[in-house]
């Protein structure tokens, strides 16, 4: 976090230069909950010299991946108001829990119910960085635009699989197996350039409502899930949307400081393809479908000079 409050500080040092003295200035700091998943499901058309007889056009999916997000996360900001209207800002957050979520692998082969299924603890390490501005074109309302990047890294231990997952004959659940240790590391990494309209209004001299939402038609996913026990990994490129909303109160006292209470949601959808290899040596590419869906609620103070 030392860095990346240097870092900060430069950028807002620079974003100053030649703004008027009226300007002001603001930094931030917080503590947040982050809870969701970040999900990816294979299916559809497999190719490649290492498909052999199994390539093809398969149903969408034949393999689905949920991570959970549960962690709690730090953030510090900062940016600068000028010109009257306009707002330029800069956030930073980053994990300090690794969370208690889990992993849910289901395997598709003849229906819709998973053959074959597993649950892993998974434990993630996360940041995320947002740059933004937005100009006041009426009296409460505003427009901008800005780039948010959001970087989970996973690893994923301690397996429980039932294989297969169903006896249709007996009607019942079959017994599973336990695999101790690390299986799986997965990372993937959200691009998300974005659209804005928001609105903002006071309740009093000091309490004022913020809300906004955001949109981005260009959302890049690249993720990468290394199966570390068989040697095999896939690297997917995605592309497609995301839908970003938020609300945020926030109360002014005397002088500079200010603390605000802060919701926000994002959705993102993306498709595109998945290339796995064996041995560094490319064998076959799938089509992949990547989503999130995450809620973040934070606590914020913050001083204005």
């Known amino acids: 976090m030392r860095n990346i409050f240097f870092i900060l500080v430069i950028v807002i ?20 909950k982050l809870q969701g998943d970040t999900t990816y499901r294979i299916g559809g058309r497999i190719y490649g010299p290492g498909s052999g007889i199994g390539a093809g056009d398969y149903p969408f999916p034949i393999s689905e991946l949920e991570f959970d997000i549960n962690i709690y996360m730090l953030s510090l900001g900062g940016g600068v108001k000028f010109a009257n209207d306009w707002d330029f800002s800069l956030t930073f957050k980053k994990s300090f829990t690794s969370g208690d979520g889990n992993l849910k692998d289901s395997d598709y082969m003849n229906s819709s119910i998973p053959d074959i299924y597993s649950e892993s603890d998974a434990q ?33 231990r301690d397996f429980r ?46 309490i004022s409502i913020d809300t906004n939402l955001r949109y981005s038609p260009m959302v890049v996913a690249k993720d990468r899930d290394n199966h570390v026990a068989r040697a095999i990994y896939s690297a997917g490129d995605c592309k497609g949307h995301a839908l970003l909303w938020t609300l945020k109160g926030r109360y002014d006292f005397p002088k500079n400081w200010f603390m605000s209470l802060e919701f926000d949601y994002t959705r993102i959808n993306t498709s595109g393809d998945s290339k796995n290899y064996i041995n560094e040596e490319w064998q076959w590419t799938i089509d992949q479908e990547t989503e999130s869906s995450q809620m973040y609620f934070t606590f914020m103070a913050g001083y204005r000079f």
């Open 13 to 32: 040092t620079v974003a100053s230069v030649g703004i008027s003295e009226g300007a002001e200035r603001y930094v931030t700091t917080g503590i947040g």
């Open 124 to 156: 993630l390490d996360a940041w995320s960085a947002d740059i933004n501005l937005n100009y006041r074109f009426l009296e409460g309302l505003y427009a901008g635009i800005g780039y948010l990047y959001q970087n989970f890294d996973y690893d994923v």
């Open 161 to 206: 699989q039932w294989y297969p997952l169903w006896d249709y004959a007996a009607g019942e659940s079959i017994g599973g197996i336990y695999g101790p240790g690390l299986g799986i590391t997965y990372d993937v990494r959200y691009h998300i350039p974005y659209l804005e309209i928001g609105a903002k209004g006071h309740i009093s001299d000091e």
